[in-house]
């Protein structure tokens, strides 16, 4: 029950991740970042790819993805359609990776040590959906706030 669930969430907010990106009418205002805001909407993007294709792709689907997080961060200038395909892309390797497991995998402890101790895969799963669904929200502001004509 809770696999569907989060399947449901991931897909839905990967779709809304593309809707974002795809709604900046500036992709040079994708890269954006003024005053106290650290990380642009093209980064954040970058980086929850990044985090759901290493811990979900590649620890649960086995994908092979080898994540280099400091480029998530540092990457500039990729074009909107490319970070479009990324996103696309990213929704089949995580509903793929979710239906090569159980609801029994759910209470078996995560491979990875990812926090200051060891949690069971369905604890790290509903935290990478919190943690897709923050940083959506972040993306949704730096869009409303810094995407406006000149």
């Known amino acids: 029950m809770l696999i569907e669930t989060l399947k449901l969430l991931f897909k839905r907010d990967l779709n809304k991740?593309?809707?974002?990106?795809?709604?900046?009418?500036?992709?040079?205002?994708l890269w954006h970042i003024e005053k106290t805001i650290a990380n642009s909407g093209g980064n954040l993007?970058?980086?929850?790819?990044?985090?759901?294709?290493?811990y979900i792709g590649a620890e649960i689907g086995k994908s092979n993805y080898i994540r280099n997080r400091e480029l998530e961060f540092s990457l500039?200038?990729?074009?909107?359609?490319?970070?479009?395909?990324?996103?696309?892309?990213?929704?089949?390797?995580?509903?793929?990776?979710?239906?090569?497991?159980?609801?029994?995998?759910?209470?078996h402890e995560y491979p990875l040590l990812v926090f200051d101790k060891k949690t069971s895969t369905g604890y790290?799963?509903?935290?990478?959906?919190?943690?897709?669904?923050?940083?959506?929200?972040?993306?949704?502001?730096?869009?409303?706030?810094?995407?406006?004509?000149d």
């Open 17 to 29: 991740l593309k809707t974002e990106i795809a709604s900046y009418q500036s992709e040079e205002k």
């Open 76 to 107: 500039k200038d990729i074009p909107q359609a490319e970070l479009i395909k990324k996103i696309e892309s990213t929704i089949i390797v995580v509903d793929a990776s979710l239906d090569k497991i159980s609801d029994e995998d759910m209470e």
């Open 124 to 149: 790290l799963l509903v935290h990478l959906a919190t943690h897709l669904t923050y940083h959506l929200g972040q993306i949704n502001y730096h869009r409303r706030l810094l995407d406006t004509k």
């Open 45 to 54: 993007c970058l980086h929850l790819i990044g985090n759901l294709n290493n």
